[in-house]
């Protein structure tokens, strides 16, 4: 990859329905092995994590500006582990107002144990067969995709040195904080993420089934069920039985919901590739190929694990 961001570019990274599932499902999976497994939220994994690969006491406003979170959150997230014992805090013996934070033994051996858990997470569900080659030019899009969701580049010596980790920190920083842009971009045209992602699908099939939608875009039926009433409502989707079995009904975008998700695509078609400026035409491909990819794997160990 060459970097900065050549103003010949051609490509794009595709904001695709796959790229989004992809991204979320790692959001989801990873917040549920470790809510599960050491009782901690994605937002304390990912600071626990740069922690790790700092390898050094850390101060609060550097931290915040590397995880993407304000000050306030991330010094109640810091109290919290404190009070469970996982981090200890001091303050500076020259400005008592800053506190450095640092592992106790047992947040050390939590930590590491939580990070091999997700990482062979991640390995198992949406990397088989994947290049490492690849993956070292997919790793390194992702620091000057934070960086660009950021706004500014971290200084080198703030920024988490990356461990000997497939997927360290600066992975988990960069799901969230896309993720939180897709929000906001799709709430802009007055859309829910799940509502945009609905039409998204539609707009690539044409007329689907609503338990097709579900495994596609790997969302509770449930929810489906609610934001399919939603789109219906405001005469976005409509439904009608299925010409060949009228026991099962279909759904497809009217013209205004073709309309309007025109206008969500723009936008966030542009907030994605402002995300990943920084790349070259080389790096989007890579990054382009590695969410079909993943989202190939991603599909195919759900239908292996369904019923287990």
Known sequence: MKYPHSINQVENVACTSQMITVILEHLRL???????????????????????????????EPMADFLMLKRQTLWTMM?????????????????????????????????????????????VVFMPSLSSKEHAEFKDSVQYSNDALRGHTIPEELRPKPADLRFGAEYLVYWRAIAEVWEKTTHESQFALTEY????????????????????????????????????????LREACDPFDRRRSIVQPT??????????????????????????????????????RMYSNLRKYTAIHRDT
């Open 30 to 60: 990873i917040a549920k092995c470790v809510k599960q497994g050491y009782n901690l939220t994605y937002g304390e994994l990912s600071l626990l994590v740069a922690m790790f690969e700092a390898k050094r006491p850390i101060l609060v």
């Open 79 to 123: 109290l919290e582990l404190e009070d469970r014992g996982i981090l200890c805090k001091q303050s500076l013996h020259d400005d008592m107002r800053s506190m450095l934070c640092s592992f106790s033994p047992q947040g050390q051996v939590l930590t590491e144990q939580a990070i091999q858990d997700f990482n062979r997470l991640i390995e």
């Open 197 to 236: 992602r609905m039409l998204q699908i539609l707009d690539e099939y044409g007329t689907m089934y609503p338990a097709d939608i579900t495994q596609k875009l790997f969302i509770e039926r449930s929810s489906v069920s609610v934001f399919k009433t939603k789109l219906i409502e405001r005469g976005l």
């Open 255 to 292: 013209k205004e919901g073709r309309t309007a998700f025109q206008t969500a695509t723009y936008r966030l078609s542009e907030a994605t590739r402002m995300a990943h400026t920084g790349l070259d035409d080389n790096g989007i491909m890579v990054v382009n190929v590695w969410y079909m």
